[in-house]
T-cell receptor
């Protein structure tokens, strides 16, 4: 079935450094969603991208959807310890559900 | 709004026992889902429902059953628990199939 692949699997940064996670699909996606899961918590919806080449910002977070709608990225500027968690991308699976990537775990050292 | 409520939060089962994981949402969402999350493996879809009375299998349905008698409730039934079902289970809901999901806080299940 359709899959979305995320890289890297894990990243450890110093507070203040930037962070980027990438999501790739072998097929064109109608949309892509991003979620954040804090350690011991549940996934929380961050954003949905629909248009080719779309860029959306949420404070220090920048989300991009590729021109071919096969890849996406999440960039965090000047990370803070509150950014710690696992970031998941998710793409459509069939007509009614999502398939999730395995996630990128972000650790931020003060 | 409470959002999506899951019970119990933790449970230990013995091999061969059965249990029902409860999930309730108060957002009048049509779509509801059950995912399991294993370490490093992301979220795998077990079952989903697009409305009351309608359910369908996801990627990993074996060993589980669901029902959707009301819009609000979507219980997940485990029959004959096996160690492979040790996992964290998340229920989620959305208004439409491709809208953002609201997740419950999860049930951590251990089968021994």
């Amino acid at each position: 079935g359709q899959q979305v692949m995320q890289i890297p699997q894990y990243q450890h940064v110093q507070e203040g450094e930037d962070f980027t996670t990438y999501c790739n699909s072998s097929t064109t996606l109608s949309n892509i969603q991003w979620y954040k899961q804090r350690p011991g918590g549940h996934p929380v919806f961050l954003i949905q991208l629909v248009k080719s080449g779309e860029v959306k910002k949420q404070k220090r977070l920048t989300f991009q959807f590729g021109e071919a709608k096969k890849n996406s990225s999440l960039h965090i500027t000047a990370t803070q310890t509150t950014d710690v968690g696992t970031y998941f991308c998710a793409g459509p699976l069939g007509y009614s559900t999502l398939t999730f990537g395995k996630g990128t775990m972000l650790l931020v050292s003060p | 709004n409470a959002g999506v409520t899951q019970t119990p939060k933790f449970r230990i089962l013995k091999i061969g026992q059965s249990m029902t994981l409860q999930c309730t949402q108060d957002m009048n969402h049509n779509y509801m889902y059950w995912y399991r999350q294993d370490p490093g493996m992301g979220l795998k879809l077990i079952y989903y429902s697009v409305g009351a009375g309608i359910t369908d299998k996801g990627e990993v349905p074996n060993g589980y059953n669901v029902s959707r008698s009301t819009t609000e409730d979507f219980p997940l039934r485990l029959e004959l628990a096996a160690p492979s079902q040790t996992s964290v289970y998340f229920c989620a809901s959305s208004y439409g199939g491709f809208d953002g999901y609201t997740f419950g806080s999860g049930t951590r299940l251990t089968v021994v």
